[in-house]
């Protein structure tokens, strides 16, 4: 187990409704990452948090939202949702340091989400 | 733009016999680093190697083997005599340096849904 943590393991939510998913980061790591994984599809990268701001996003719409808190957990938050954002939700996190070396990002169980 | 095709979608093979998943990718940096990922049934991706752009010496860890090669752009995963418990799906993934602030986007491949009979 990586020791990233993701709650709640699955949800049901209709189209239009709001959502929030939340991840705690593994001991020592300081960036967090979302992604989104449809089905039978390889992760699709969402965005990234490091020092509670964001500093990267992919071709995600704005109703994707997030949060990182200074316990370098976070929260993703998605808006008005459509049928399409039904996938399973990876949050990872990873160590970023001043070399900028990209460490291995570790990943969570996931969120399932269904939008029905 | 930077993108990783794993052409094999599915393989099956039965317990014991070698298997080599091939994953191919693309990009512009000079720099770059290379990743595997195992997503067992339960979800999680689990990290299995990370190379870099400048190192192209393969690599054994226990059954399994990496072999880079820049000159064709692939880096492909050998697991010899396959167990059961390696019945899992397969990603490779790509990430340029960030740069100063920047984010660390993984860029995935499709995946390669291994099944390993007894």
């Known amino acids: 187990e990586t020791g990233v943590t993701q709650s709640p393991t699955h949800l049901i939510k209709t189209r239009g409704q709001q959502v929030t998913l939340r991840c705690s980061s593994q001991?020592?790591?300081?960036?967090v990452s979302w992604y989104q994984q449809a089905l039978g599809q390889g992760p699709q990268f969402i965005f990234q948090?490091?020092?509670?701001?964001?500093?990267g996003r992919g071709n995600f719409p704005p109703r994707f939202s997030g949060l990182q808190f200074p316990n370098y957990s976070s929260e993703l938050n998605v808006n008005a949702l459509e049928l399409d954002d039904s996938a399973l939700y990876l949050c990872a996190s990873s160590l970023y340091d001043e070399y900028l070396n990209p460490y291995e990002q570790y990943f969570g169980p996931g969120t399932r989400l269904t939008v029905t | 733009a930077q993108k990783v095709t794993q052409a094999q979608t599915e393989i099956s093979v039965v317990e014991k016999e070698d298997v080599t998943l091939d994953c191919v990718y693309e990009?512009?940096?000079?720099?770059?680093?290379l990743f595997w990922y195992k997503q067992p049934p339960s979800g999680e991706l689990v990290f299995l190697i990370r190379r870099n752009s400048f190192d192209e010496q393969n690599e054994i860890s226990g059954r399994y083997s990496w072999n880079f090669q820049k000159s064709t752009s692939s880096f492909n995963f050998t697991i010899t005599a396959s167990q059961v418990v390696d019945s899992a799906v397969y990603f490779c993934a790509l990430t340029r340096l960030p740069g100063l602030g920047g984010a660390q986007k993984l860029v995935f491949g499709q995946g390669t849904r291994l099944t390993i009979n007894p």
């Open positions: 990009t512009r940096d000079t720099t770059y680093y």
């Open positions: 948090y490091y020092r509670e701001e964001e500093n």
């Open positions: 001991s020592g790591h300081n960036t």
